[in-house]
């Protein structure tokens, strides 16, 4: 596997060549251009970037309003902020109000790491899964990113895409289908399923390596839409696995595992499942790969979780 | 609308019905067979509890039947509580307040990056000006010179608990405003002409935002709920509502008498 850049570097090179085929393409920015790999953007279309200072409400609700004048808009401010402190603009003047602007959480999950919790978003699938109309994406990759961005571009209703810094391996052939709902199967196997999304997928990838060293054959989902989920492919890997695991890096309450255990549940399929996230505590200070190790969000945690599911399996 | 209803905001929407008249019937240039296209006039309502006075203005405009408005709040009707973009000729869903004013900066700015002659008017509460987000709008204005943009401030002076200088000191009001980067103009926001002449002279001033500071009596026009709190959303008893119609037919007579 190769590796690629970090999401967000892949962002702003996406987003520049948009807007240079379409003027009516603009990026607003809450004094957030340097961390969204926007300054080239800057330099290079300066009438196509809009700054609104530190204010994040006030980002989203002038996108808002530069998209009811016809403007194709990414509302680009670290995750954290724009999911919380401009929710309230995002559920009615976004949302409610059918203006489909594109919000582009940055720096999402713990990738601010040591900054502290003030600067985490592990709590932006759970609130946006919430609210109507808005598609909630994480890219686990570049080339998910660059679809995700592309199909949000003329999409007609709001989009939620969330990006980390770190680079990231590419997962995909150049040829594969990106669909917004639809999950992709990157590995298949008869024995445990992991669901993940983000940058933890490539996590997934690797733990299935090492089970598969010890005979143990994972089937791995990208499912990049937490919201509408691709309740399809959860009910078949449900169906065909021995277990199930979900893997985000968010809180374990309310994200992506919240909502894969509504569909199972409510389906009647019961399978081992456990939801590998960030619980609901005080979370541990350190940068982003210190806290996933403390989590257990690495190869090593998750395959062990995989093998525990196993047991719980072979018994029932 | 109200009495049917049972429900709505009575006082604010007395307060702010001359402001919608005077736009929508002599400023503005709105109309059903413009309304999908960017290029036009434009209005965002935030304090979109004064629902009652842009659902009759809209319709007297033609953009529904007055019959739509017996719908008012009552099951499955669009035209609810606060305006949506379901109902025709509403522009933006509003209701929780300090929304209204960046998106009307959004809209200001993103018609002027197009060269667009038009313009945008927004009509906010004086009690929501507690709300921060205003502020971060009105610096966004005056930074981007967003002089096709035209606030109007309905200044009734009260809010739901009370005055809006007891419940949170919104002045100097003017000097603020100014502080801010506007322009800014005083009326009497009940007197049609004074609204009309100062609504016809936006820009004040070139290359900035405009803000009309529109005094106006909450409950205009019934004398037992003007400058009343508790009629923000009050809604008249039969006695109440027998004397209110006695008292505004009894004005549209003196009116049109005026006019003979």
């Not at chain 1, 010890?214 to 990049?224: D, L, T």
């Not at chain 1, 309450?253 to 569909?263: F, N, P, Q």
């Not at chain 2, 067979?33 to 979109?48: E, L, M, P």
Request: net charge negative.
């Amino acid at each position: 596997m190769k590796l690629g850049r970090a999401n967000l570097d892949e962002f702003g090179a996406t987003v520049l060549a948009l807007a240079e085929k379409d003027r009516d393409v603009l990026v607003v920015t809450s004094d957030s251009r340097g961390s969204g790999k926007l300054t080239p953007f800057g330099k290079a279309l300066p009438d196509q970037i809009v700054e609104v200072g530190i204010a994040e409400q006030n980002l989203v609700g002038i996108a808002a309003g530069l998209t009811a004048a016809g403007k194709k808009v990414f509302a680009v401010s670290p995750a954290c902020f724009l999911t919380a402190r401009s929710l309230e603009q995002i559920k009615n003047d976004v949302c409610y109000s059918n203006w489909p602007v594109k919000l582009i959480g940055i720096s999402a999950g713990v990738s601010y790491g040591a900054l502290g919790s003030t600067h985490h978003s592990l709590h932006d699938f759970a609130v946006l899964r919430a609210i109507h109309n808005v598609t909630v994406v994480a890219p686990a990759d570049n080339f998910e990113t660059r679809a995700a961005l592309t199909s949000a571009l003329d999409y007609p209703a709001p989009v939620y895409i969330r990006l980390g810094k770190r680079p990231m391996y590419d997962l995909h052939e150049p040829d594969a289908h990106f669909e917004f709902g639809k999950a992709i199967v990157l590995r298949d196997g008869p024995d445990v399923t992991f669901v993940a999304t983000g940058e933890t997928v490539i996590l997934a990838l690797q733990a299935a390596d090492k089970l598969a060293e010890e005979g143990i054959r994972c089937r791995v989902i990208s499912m990049h839409t937490v919201k509408p989920l691709d309740e399809a492919a959860l009910l078949a890997a449900a169906r065909d696995s021995k277990a199930l695991v979900t893997v985000e890096e968010h809180s374990v309450m309310g994200g992506l595992g919240g909502a894969c255990a509504e569909v199972l549940l409510q389906a009647g399929v019961h399978v081992p499942f456990r939801i590998i996230g960030i619980p609901d505590e005080y979370t541990m200070t350190g940068s982003q790969e210190e806290i996933f190790r403390h989590y257990g969000i690495t190869p090593e945690g998750l395959a062990q979780t995989a093998v525990g599911l196993l047991a719980v399996a072979a018994v029932d | 609308m109200i009495k049917r209803a049972n429900t709505g905001h009575t006082a604010g929407s007395l307060s702010s019905v001359d402001i919608l008249n005077v736009l929508y019937n002599r400023i503005m240039g709105v109309t059903p067979a413009n309304f999908d296209a960017v290029a036009r006039d434009h209005y965002i309502q935030s304090k979109g509890h004064s629902v009652e006075a842009l659902y009759t203005v809209l319709a007297d405009a033609g953009f529904y039947s007055a019959a739509e408005l017996d719908t008012f709040s009552s099951g499955g009707s669009h035209w609810v509580g606060h305006p949506t973009r379901k109902v025709p000729g509403v522009e933006h869903n509003t209701g929780a307040l300090g929304h209204g004013l960046s998106v009307a900066v959004g809209l200001a700015l993103g018609m002027k990056k197009d060269g667009l002659p038009h313009r945008v008017f927004t009509l906010l509460g004086d009690g929501e000006l507690a709300e921060g987000s205003n502020w971060e709008a009105s610096m966004t204005a005056a930074h981007y010179k967003l002089d096709n943009l035209t606030v109007i401030v309905d200044r009734n002076d009260l809010q739901i608990t009370g005055l809006t200088e007891e419940v949170m000191a919104l002045e100097p009001l003017v000097d603020k405003f100014r502080a801010f980067g506007y322009a800014v103009r005083e009326v009497n926001g009940n007197d049609i002409p004074e609204l009309v002449e100062a609504l016809e002279g936006v820009p004040f001033v070139p290359g900035k935002p405009s803000l009309l500071l529109a005094h106006t009596v909450k409950g205009r026009g019934v004398s037992f709920i003007e400058n009343v709190a508790s009629w923000h959303h009050h809604v008249p008893s039969d006695e109440e509502f027998r004397l209110a119609l006695s008292e505004l037919d009894q004005a549209e007579a003196a009116l049109n008498g005026a006019h003979r």
